[in-house]
Every structure is written in C-alpha cells, then in structure tokens.
C-alpha cells in the first residue's frame, strides 16, 4: 500500500511563506487525483487544492495566495503557501486516490503567528 509522507510545515509569520510537500512510497499516475486538505482546531477539515493531468483546482479561500504543483517522477505533490494569514493556521494533509482509493498523510502542522 502507498504511503504518503508531509513535510515542510512549521511556525512563519503573517505574510510569510511556507512550501510543503507530499511523498508518495510508491507511484501515482498522473492521471490519479493528488491534493491538500486543513483542519483548524474546533473546525471541520477543509479542501484546499488538487491536481491531476486534466484539472488543477484551489479554493476560493486560498485562491491567489497557494499554488499546488506535482513532480509525477517524484510522485510528489507541493503546496506553496505566500502571504500566509492566522487563518491559514491548521494541521495540512495531503491524500492520493489510487484505483479508487484515498491515502492520507499524516498531517504537517501549519502555524501562522507573530
């Protein structure tokens, strides 16, 4: 079974930038979704990006701000993070659909404070 491993989270602050990243143990055909949801503490876990060979999407909330971007040789997914605000603050995961099933990562804490 594919693993997927996040890094790159951390404590920046407000306007600051962040790059995470998502590794997959295995491969994921480009075809295949790849993305980033958030969960803020107390709130429920929200998408944020995703990407496949026909579509790249962001939300609203982050639109203009997060770029999501993949490596298909690397099997990997990255989310740049610009302008970060205190409400970008929360735990990010990354998840892979392959074959119809969803992999997470394990989450990557985002803090974003003076």
């Known amino acids: 079974q594919v693993q997927l491993v996040e890094s790159g989270g951390g404590l920046v602050q407000p306007g600051g930038s962040l790059r995470l990243s998502c590794a997959a143990s295995g491969s994921i055909p480009a075809s295949q979704d790849m993305g980033w949801y958030r969960q803020a503490p107390g709130k429920q876990r929200e998408w944020v990006a995703n990407i496949n060979s026909i579509s790249t999407n962001t939300a609203n909330s982050v639109k203009g701000r997060f770029t999501i971007s993949r490596d298909n040789a690397k099997n990997t997914v990255y989310l740049q993070m610009n302008s970060l605000k205190p409400d970008d603050t929360a735990v990010y995961y990354c998840?892979?659909?392959?074959?119809?099933?969803?992999?997470w990562g394990q989450g990557t804490q985002v803090t974003v404070s003076s």
């Open positions: 998840y892979a659909v392959l074959s119809g099933d969803v992999t």
